[in-house]
């Protein structure tokens, strides 16, 4: 099995806590090479930011402002190619590694029999108490079509394969587009059934609508506008690729757009909804002049 030296890990930051610390202390026990890339924090986040800086073992790269999920990512991972990693991980500032949560991946991937088909693993999910109760009904290891950014653990030939991650999206469905570049490019995704993430989602809002409780994930009205073009730009550029996934993905479109209904900022969200469809049309994608406001 790969030692840890083989791993390097990019970390993209974001206004970062100070829990952020403690992740990448939990990080730099498995990982000898750390990138954080942060998109240009400011206010109290800068003591957060200096403390990584004074880290050992992790490299602080600083954008100039906001340039996207996309950007951080592949500025991370340029850097961390210039070592002589062999696997490439990427976390969310957010996200924690359980406990050899790395050797449990190479565990899974040196025991799948097409393991040289694989360009990317990832974990079975983001709660250890679910993934301890699937490991008895599932088997260890399965294939997948897409994955969530954070956790991953990319081989660093599939850049030279596939590409790196697409910058003009900014933010929202980046790794979903990443995914299904790697399956046009023949590359596989291996789901490590056994293996979890600590990562915070996020809190949930919830509403009573007669008599019964609904939870749901309120995001800012400017994240509509690329949830939607986003989504609508990928529709066309891999409906060759997977039709099922945009079958599905139609689905949680109209689901997620109907529980508009119980959140507020509904009629900027809309409108955001609106203006990310009629891009998506015209085949616009970049960062939109307006969109997040205090973007840099």
């Known amino acids: 099995m790969a030692s840890n030296e083989t791993i390097a890990a990019v970390v993209v930051t974001?206004?970062?806590?100070?829990?952020?610390?403690?992740?990448?202390?939990?990080?730099?026990?498995?990982?000898?090479?750390?990138?954080?890339?942060?998109?240009?924090?400011?206010?109290?986040?800068?003591?957060?930011?200096?403390?990584?800086?004074?880290?050992p073992g992790i490299r602080l790269l600083r954008n100039s402002g906001n340039l996207g999920i996309a950007s951080a990512l592949n500025r991370?991972?340029?850097?961390?190619?210039?070592?002589?990693?062999?696997?490439?991980?990427?976390?969310?500032?957010?996200?924690?590694?359980?406990?050899?949560?790395?050797?449990?991946?190479?565990?899974?991937?040196?025991?799948?029999?097409?393991?040289?088909?694989?360009?990317?693993?990832?974990?079975?999910?983001?709660?250890?108490?679910?993934?301890?109760?699937?490991?008895?009904?599932?088997?260890?290891?399965?294939?997948?079509?897409?994955?969530?950014?954070?956790?991953?653990?990319?081989?660093?030939?599939?850049f030279a394969k596939a590409g790196f991650h697409d910058e003009d999206l900014f933010i929202d469905f980046v790794d979903i587009d990443f995914c299904l570049k790697l399956k046009q490019h023949g590359c596989r995704i291996l789901k490590a059934m056994e293996v979890s993430l600590d990562h915070e989602l996020g809190s949930l809002r919830t509403r009573t609508v007669s008599g019964v409780t609904v939870a749901f994930r309120d995001h800012t009205p400017w994240r509509y506008y690329y949830m939607t073009r986003n989504r609508f730009l990928l529709y066309r550029r891999y409906w060759r690729v997977s039709l099922l996934w945009i079958a599905a993905d139609v689905f949680w479109f109209f689901y997620g757009s109907a529980q508009l209904c119980l959140e507020p900022q509904r009629r900027q969200k809309l409108a955001a909804i609106r203006e990310g469809f009629k891009d998506a049309l015209r085949g616009w994608s970049g960062r939109h002049p307006m969109y997040p406001p205090n973007a840099g």
């Not at 974001?14 to 998109?39: A, G, H, T, W």
């Not at 997948?144 to 599939?158: E, K, M, P, Q, Y």
Request: with cysteine; glycine share 6%.
């Open 14 to 55: 974001y206004q970062p806590k100070e829990e952020v610390v403690q992740n990448l202390r939990r990080l730099s026990e498995q990982v000898r090479d750390i990138f954080v890339v942060d998109n240009g924090s400011g206010g109290q986040s800068r003591k957060v930011l200096e403390e990584i800086e004074a880290m």
């Open 76 to 158: 991370g991972i340029r850097a961390a190619l210039q070592t002589e990693a062999a696997w490439i991980a990427t976390f969310d500032q957010d996200s924690c590694v359980t406990e050899h949560y790395f050797q449990r991946l190479l565990k899974v991937y040196k025991l799948c029999p097409r393991s040289s088909l694989v360009g990317m693993v990832v974990p079975m999910g983001w709660s250890a108490r679910v993934t301890r109760i699937l490991q008895y009904v599932t088997p260890v290891w399965s294939f997948v079509l897409t994955a969530n950014t954070s956790g991953c653990l990319i081989r660093r030939d599939v």
